[in-house]
């Protein structure tokens, strides 16, 4: 599996300081005498007139019907609206000879031999594009390699606006409290975030994607409410920070990698791909269902992961859990109140684990086939049902007579599970 190696950027903070003097009032010396000398309070000096502040900017609104428009519009504090329609940034980047310093054509600093341009936003603080209420809008660079490339931004927005390109939809890079709300792609790779902090893509539909949404080095990012299908890859995460998917759809997706002549399927395709030692994920409420592929969820050195309420059903794939932790990293990790039933799986949980945890806990498992069960290190299972299975191994796979599996599994109070006694579990949630 392809390792994303990422820097991270440290924040940077100002301070000011404040000095501060004191008047002495002019008097003449009085002759010295034996009682105390009582001498007139000098005249309070009169306190400065109190300067006006500065009313907090206001976001203009700008309406653009014509790619030019557009491009004249994009300013910080600014809220463009866009009516329906293709704007063609391909076309634009070929004769635009503005000169707004908030956005240009640039070349790829990626596709070094790349003749096309791409269109960059950059410093547009609180600049916010978004359709007209019920319009179609594309912001389209077919031949390009990515439709909008935002960098160094703050407070920025886009709703309702489909990015289309051959490589990625939109890039951001840099940028500070980025939103991107009820937004289409057309592009082999839907969102691509690097260096960023507070990333939500929120209510997205992404289809046909190779990679649907990739970040590294983030701080902050959250995919809300989307419905992500028939693409080769939902999410590739790699060295973030407080990583959450809540309410999503993600389905009917398979290997977009070509096998060579020998193999009978490309490259090992990961649905959910978490690594880099991301220091924590959550998954909550989400549904997985009808995804075909070598890993659902491969998770290589986090510190934390989380799943809970997520159903999984109808999915055929090799691995659904892979923990791929490390001996100097040992993660955290519990699946609680989880459904999982009708698929297919060659094992449940596998990894080579060293002091690594996993919490099984209100999760139910059903109507599953299952080659092998766990493969994993120390895992405490408490309040599960497991109905209906077809298991063919509790621990580890027959064709690996040579690998010492090191698997202990408990339940919550820490008494040792035996085969017979997990096979026998149907345990109701504990009050």
């Given amino acids: 599996m392809k390792q994303f190696i990422c820097l991270i950027l440290a924040g940077l903070t100002s301070f000011s300081i404040a000095a501060c003097t004191a008047k002495q009032p002019n008097g003449q010396a009085a002759a010295p005498t034996a009682a105390p000398l009582i001498t007139e309070a000098p005249a309070a000096e009169p306190l400065p007139a109190e300067q006006p502040t500065e009313?907090?900017?206001?976001?203009?609104t700008v309406h653009a019907s014509t790619v030019e428009e557009l491009?004249?519009?994009?300013?910080?504090?600014?809220?463009?609206?866009?009516?329906?329609?293709?704007?063609?940034?391909?076309?634009?980047?070929?004769?635009?000879?503005?000169?707004?310093?908030?956005?240009?054509?640039?070349?790829?600093?990626f596709i070094v031999d790349s003749d096309r341009l791409l269109l960059r936003v950059e410093h547009a603080d609180g600049l916010c594009i978004r359709a007209e209420e019920n319009a179609a809008c594309i912001l389209s660079a077919k031949e390009s390699e990515t439709a909008v490339d935002a960098k160094s931004c703050f407070g920025l927005t886009f709703v309702g606006i489909t990015f289309e390109a051959k490589e990625e939809g939109i890039r951001i890079t840099d940028c500070t409290d980025v939103r991107l709300e009820r937004c289409g792609f057309l592009a082999s790779t839907a969102v691509y975030a690097n260096r960023c902090e507070n990333v939500s893509l929120e209510g997205a539909e992404i289809t046909g994607s190779v990679l649907a949404v990739?970040?590294?080095?983030?701080?902050?990012?959250?995919?809300?409410?989307a419905d992500i299908h028939d693409c080769g890859m939902a999410l590739s995460l790699s060295e973030c920070e407080d990583i959450l998917v809540s309410k999503c759809r993600l389905h009917d997706c398979r290997n977009c990698e070509?096998?060579?002549?020998?193999?009978e399927q490309g490259d090992a395709s990961v649905w959910i791909a978490i690594d880099g030692r991301s220091s924590s994920a959550?998954?909550?409420?989400?549904e997985l269902f009808g995804n075909d592929c070598t890993y659902l969820f491969c998770f290589e050195n986090p510190l934390r992961i989380d799943l809970s309420r997520v159903t999984v059903h109808g999915n055929k794939a090799d691995i659904l859990f892979d923990?791929?932790?490390?001996?100097?990293?040992?993660?955290?990790?519990?699946?609680s109140d989880c459904d999982i039933h009708d698929n297919s799986f060659g094992s449940f949980l596998r990894g080579w684990l060293s002091e690594t945890k996993i919490a099984?806990?209100?999760?139910?498992?059903?109507?599953?086939?299952?080659?092998?069960?766990?493969?994993?290190?120390?895992?405490?299972?408490?309040?599960?049902?497991?109905?209906?299975?077809?298991?063919?191994r509790l621990f580890g796979y027959a064709e690996d007579p040579e690998y010492e599996i090191q698997l202990s599994v408990h339940d919550r109070d820490g008494n040792a599970l035996d085969e017979d006694a997990i096979l026998a579990m149907e345990l109701k949630r504990a009050d």
């Fill in 282 to 286: 959550r998954f909550e409420d989400c």
């Fill in 360 to 392: 099984l806990l209100g999760t139910s498992l059903r109507g599953n086939t299952i080659e092998g069960l766990f493969r994993s290190g120390e895992i405490t299972v408490f309040g599960c049902e497991f109905q209906g299975n077809t298991i063919r």
């Fill in 71 to 109: 491009l004249a519009a994009i300013a910080p504090d600014t809220e463009i609206i866009l009516a329906g329609g293709t704007y063609d940034l391909g076309a634009a980047s070929e004769s635009y000879a503005g000169d707004n310093p908030y956005c240009a054509f640039v070349r790829s600093e």
């Fill in 55 to 60: 009313a907090p900017a206001r976001r203009k």
């Fill in 214 to 225: 990739f970040a590294a080095n983030c701080k902050g990012f959250a995919v809300l409410g």
């Fill in 258 to 263: 070509e096998p060579l002549p020998d193999e």
């Fill in 323 to 335: 923990f791929d932790a490390t001996s100097d990293a040992p993660g955290s990790y519990t699946i």
